[in-house]
């Protein structure tokens, strides 16, 4: 069975910085795409960034400069550092991984961006 688990998660003030990590158990093969979403109170989950197997990245424009994405060359597991928080960051941030035709999530992990 396919386990995505993150961890990194917390209470961080304005202007701090967290990293998430992300693993993936249960898999025999290498996801194409890995990436982070959130979602916030009465808010749609919405991409933070992916990164596929070749390389390209992308970032959405809200944490573009403050956040990096990136992916174990060996393994299924992606880290999202995220610096300069703000308060509008705060949310449920949910691992992705995406392979042979499915998507895999994981529990998701809470940010809380707050002073």
């Known amino acids: 069975q396919v386990q995505l688990v993150e961890s990194g998660g917390g209470l961080v003030q304005p202007g701090g910085s967290l990293r998430l990590s992300c693993t993936a158990s249960g898999v025999i093969f290498r996801f194409d795409v890995m990436g982070w979403y959130r979602q916030a109170p009465g808010k749609e989950r919405e991409l933070v960034a992916g990164?596929?197997?070749?390389?390209?990245?992308k970032y959405a424009d809200s944490v573009k400069g403050r956040s990096t994405i990136s992916r174990s060359n060996t393994k299924n597991t992606v880290y999202l550092q995220m610096n300069s928080l703000k308060p509008e960051d705060t949310a449920v941030y949910y691992c992705?991984?995406?392979?042979?035709?499915?998507?895999?999530w994981g529990q998701g992990t809470q940010v809380t961006v707050s002073s």
């Open positions: 990164i596929i197997s070749g390389g390209n990245i």
């Open positions: 992705n991984g995406k392979g042979r035709g499915r998507d895999y």
